[in-house]
């Protein structure tokens, strides 16, 4: 079975750039998450979705972040204008609705120069 | 909003040694609550989870919930270098987001 696919693994931004991160959930899954991972932070939530629609989304992250779900198998984050401070690990995850396991992908590192 | 806090920060254990770890979350209404491992340079996975008031264990590890006290914890019987990771708690009110704590990191020194 394939887990959480995200793409690209890495990536590297000048300040200023627009970026798209993509993610691909587990195949079923209705739930998606899109999470930024610091050391300082922790786990802080982007976005949530069901069945596509935006359930939640941090409000903290509303104005340079705009995350989308063009079809239940296939979401994209996209960051615009890029700052340094938005230098982390995005990470994107799915689950079936209700208190199910949460699965999460391995992650696109960004570091904005 | 919930407030998920998780201590220590840091730990570092002998191998063979019992580790505890512990989650405080703030909403009393929580109805799931999970430990998540996540090894350096890998994804979180999903280790264990509770959802009613007491105890589960699954091999060497145990899990305890006391909602009363807004408070669970991860033990860890034997510790093993390979337990060495960054273990998040997540607690959910049900049928919506997931909120993480930010995390202890455990190193198990052989």
């Known amino acids: 079975d394939a887990g959480v696919t995200q793409t690209p693994r890495h990536e590297v931004a000048e300040k200023g750039q627009t970026i798209i991160l993509k993610c691909e959930p587990v195949?079923?899954?209705?739930?998606l998450f899109w999470y930024r991972q610091t050391k300082i932070q922790g786990l802080e939530l982007l976005s949530y979705f069901r069945s596509k629609s935006l359930m939640e989304d941090g409000g903290a992250f509303k104005d340079r972040f705009k995350a989308e779900m063009l079809n239940s198998s296939f979401s994209t984050l996209k960051i615009q204008p890029t700052e340094p401070k938005d230098s982390a690990v995005y990470l994107c995850?799915?689950?079936?609705?209700?208190?199910?396991?949460?699965?999460f992908g391995k992650g696109t590192r960004l570091t904005v120069v | 909003q919930q407030k998920v806090q998780q201590s220590p920060e840091s730990l570092i254990v002998p191998e063979g040694a019992m580790t505890s770890l512990n989650c405080t979350f703030s909403d009393s209404a929580s109805q799931y609550f999970a430990w998540y491992r996540q090894h350096s340079g890998k994804a979180p996975k999903a280790l264990m989870s509770?959802?009613?008031?007491g105890e589960k264990e699954e091999g060497r590890f145990t899990i305890h919930l006391n909602k009363a006290s807004l408070h669970f914890s991860l033990h860890i019987r034997d510790s093993q270098p390979s337990d060495s990771a960054l273990y998040l708690c997540a607690v959910s009110p049900g049928y919506q987001n997931f909120y993480f704590g930010k995390g202890t990191s455990l190193t198990v020194i052989p």
């Open positions: 509770i959802f009613s008031n």
């Open positions: 995850a799915s689950s079936l609705p209700g208190n199910t396991e949460v699965f």
């Open positions: 195949s079923g899954h209705n739930d």
